[in-house]
């Protein structure tokens, strides 16, 4: 039997997929079952499954996923019992895992198209008072509608990947005219994101009843953001290039029904909201969320806590305004929550809230003091559940910066 610590992100009541490679081997799929990756091909041969096993060779998920949850959902199902069953080809046959040290993750899906929602009211209130207005800090529409944006689906990277500060058009303090320079607010935004897992057709729209049928699993993500170059840009047509030059996912994607035992309720909304967003039962998840910054030579400094139970607007809230229009949605899509910001300070998502823009710098173990990110920083975001003894948790993802080309 495979050994699963206790305080493992990927217990038995996980089992996350991922796309993972070994020396001299191609990125195939696998599943994180604590320290080890189970090989799914290399379980394929004992011939244990009733459909076409060549989807574990591919180098994405899409095709697993497109399987449809009868069989993805069976399939964690009896992984689970195979794992503990002294009977089962797993339980003894160690040569079907590999150690997580010695495999390389990859991108987990072929992102075909990127949305980026804006629903953490603590995160809008923020924002609103630092640039708009204190005491209507909110826009008369964040209330009424998920606000959302559509981003760059071919900068979306892995953990481990580094990026490079971008550089853009910015106004410098004090001036009046933009100049051409690297960022000097290179920030992260603390958000989770979905995968979709099943298709609809253009035309069709998906209702707040129907949504958990079309997502697969979540994973962390980092949306990077240059706030200077955005500040300039943002008008009239929102985010471009102060965001789509990376975002940074982990690689093992957690099945939406791992998550099933840490569902909650979600925060009052009022007003209430119109009938196609309304919805019925506990669609929030009590996911405890971390950031770290560590600058080059020196320890990681944990700059925020936060959880994913704190958003405004609901996964299923923003599939169905997603598609209210007839928005066709596909396989491997991914919809991002927005920055996760909770009530208390140490709770912020972003650098920007973290430093009030600035104003309040934050210090790091070696003394010296962040407004926003430096070259040579190392950014990782961890996300877990816990309740009781059933753990499920994401892993993390962790990105360095580089000086810009």
Not at 75 to 87: E, F, P, V, Y
Not at 129 to 147: C, G, S, T, Y
Not at 322 to 336: S, W
Request: proline share 6%.
């Amino acid at each position: 039997m495979i050994h699963i610590p206790p305080n493992s992100d990927f217990s038995i009541h996980n089992l996350p997929f991922g796309i993972f490679s070994t020396q001299g081997s191609a990125p195939k799929v696998g599943i994180a079952v604590g320290a080890h990756i189970l090989d799914l091909t290399a379980l394929s041969r004992c011939h244990k499954f009733d459909f076409d096993s060549s989807v574990f060779q591919k180098p994405f998920l899409n095709d697993f996923i497109s399987l449809g949850k009868e069989k993805t959902v069976q399939l964690r199902k009896d992984i689970q019992s195979w794992i503990k069953d002294k009977n089962s080809v797993l339980y003894h046959n160690k040569d079907l895992f590999v150690s997580q040290a010695d495999s390389k993750m990859h991108l987990p899906v072929r992102v075909g198209d990127y949305t980026d929602f804006y629903s953490s009211l603590e995160h809008a209130t923020n924002v609103g008072k630092m640039f708009r207005d204190p005491k209507n800090a909110l826009l008369p529409n964040w209330k009424h509608i998920p606000v959302a944006y559509h981003g760059r689906a071919s900068s979306i990277i892995p953990s481990g990947q580094s990026i490079f500060r971008p550089k853009g058009q910015v106004v410098p303090t004090g001036a009046t005219q933009p100049v051409y320079q690297p960022t000097e607010s290179l920030d992260f935004e603390l958000e989770m994101a979905y995968i979709i897992g099943k298709e609809n057709k253009l035309g069709q729209t998906i209702s707040t009843e129907e949504a958990e049928e079309y997502i697969f699993g979540m994973v962390i993500f980092n949306d990077w953001s240059a706030r200077d170059i955005q500040k300039w840009e943002y008008v009239p047509l929102g985010p471009f290039l102060g965001k789509n030059f990376a975002s940074s996912i982990s690689p093992w994607v957690v099945p939406l029904e791992a998550l099933d035992p840490f569902r909650v309720k979600g925060p009052t909304q009022e007003p209430e909201v119109l009938p196609y967003l309304q919805y019925e039962g506990m669609k929030n998840y009590d996911i405890k969320l971390e950031v770290g910054i560590t600058p080059e030579n020196t320890s990681e400094r944990i700059v925020s806590r936060s959880n994913f139970k704190h958003m405004y607007w609901n996964m299923v809230q923003q599939l169905a305004h997603h598609t209210t229009n007839g928005c066709n949605v596909r396989v491997g899509d991914m919809i991002a929550s927005g920055t996760i910001s909770g009530t208390e300070a140490s709770s912020f998502g972003s650098m920007l809230e973290l430093s009030w823009a600035g104003t309040k710098p934050i210090k790091m173990h070696d003394g010296s003091e962040r407004k926003f990110l430096h070259d040579g920083d190392t950014v990782t975001m961890r996300a877990f559940s816990e309740k009781g003894h059933i753990r499920v948790g994401f892993g993390e993802v962790l990105t360095k910066i580089k000086s810009h080309i």
